[in-house]
């Protein structure tokens, strides 16, 4: 009883492990179903987000809401938030997409319960926690999991329990919407949840249409986001030929665009163990050749970066 408690509790842990980058690049090793989603708050939520797109496509360079967000738990400031993303708000919009995309599984964990709960894993062996192939007592995956619940409550402390508030698509709809007023974090992150609400290879096929929409969509917005020099569009476009390879699966694409990241002021904070566990991933051992290429595209890549053009 006592050890599948603790498993139970473990698996908390990764829920926490794809904020490790809000682009989505930690879904490399993440492969976890999502419990199915319930309703929204308000059942036209979804809808009212989708009509807020539409009238945003053409309004593209609309003004932000000049105020602070409020602040509180979500559900009470939720509808507060709704109205001003309605209105122009691209912040608002993307705190919306932000937490109803990330927050839905989210299970606070104090830092010392934390510890103890990696203590006792290590302790029992850590064997029956992997992730990426490895062991919960391999360091670099220790770094991941302490820097992911960091992003994971920052992002999600104050949310409170989504349980049944929350349905497939309505954080693309928003995200979608903050994206064309202009939010570059809100372009990186579309990608990530523009096909949630199609979960099956049937869903793809019967929407093919919209799922074009949506990946030339994520394209454009990952250009956008990219041109602007925010540096996370190099994380998603890494992920975007990766994990989730909605613009074409490239294992070599996909380590030079980490690669160019870690050029980046952004990478050069990033923890080394994070970062070193994360290249491992993207990149199996390849020849030298390979391996040249690699760092070349990369360079192309970080120099496109740096003078604000789309790399060829």
């Not at 104090?110 to 990696?118: I, K, N, Q, R, V």
């Not at 391996?291 to 120099?303: M, P, S």
Request: proline content about 4%; overall charge neutral.
């Amino acid at each position: 009883m006592e050890s599948g408690r603790r498993n139970r509790r473990a698996n908390a842990l990764w829920i926490a492990v794809p904020l490790l980058l809000a682009a989505g690049a930690a879904g490399v090793w993440m492969h976890g179903r999502e419990r199915p989603a319930g309703r929204s708050d308000g059942a036209d939520t979804q809808a009212a987000a989708e009509s807020a797109t539409a009238a945003g496509t053409s309004a593209h360079a609309a003004a932000t809401h000049p105020s602070p967000l409020p602040r509180g738990r979500f559900q009470d400031i939720r509808a507060e938030l709704e109205a001003r993303a309605r209105a122009g708000d691209a912040q608002a919009a993307y705190r919306l997409g932000e937490v109803l995309g990330r927050c839905r599984n989210y299970q606070p964990i104090a830092g010392g319960e934390f510890t103890e709960m990696l203590a006792r894993a290590i302790a029992n062996g850590g064997t029956y926690l992997r992730i990426g192939g490895r062991s919960v007592d391999d360091p670099q995956l220790l770094d991941v999991m302490l820097y992911s619940k960091d992003r994971a409550d920052a992002v999600c402390g104050d949310v409170g329990d989504l349980s049944g508030a929350v349905r497939a698509g309505d954080a693309r709809a928003w995200l979608e919407l903050a994206a064309e007023r202009g939010h570059a974090r809100a372009m990186v992150d579309y990608g990530e949840f523009a096909f949630e609400d199609l979960p099956t290879d049937g869903d793809l096929l019967d929407h093919a249409d919209e799922v074009a929409r949506r990946r030339e969509l994520a394209r454009a917005y990952l250009r956008r986001a990219f041109e602007a020099g925010e540096p996370e569009s190099l994380l998603a476009l890494a992920a975007a030929h990766g994990n989730k390879p909605y613009l074409g699966r490239d294992a070599a694409e996909a380590a030079a665009y980490f690669k160019a990241y870690r050029g980046t002021d952004a990478g050069r904070r990033m923890p080394a163990g994070v970062l070193s566990f994360i290249e491992q991933q993207l990149a199996p051992p390849g020849d030298a050749r390979q391996t040249a290429d690699v760092e070349r595209r990369a360079a192309q890549i970080l120099q496109a970066f740096q003078q604000r053009r789309a790399p060829r």
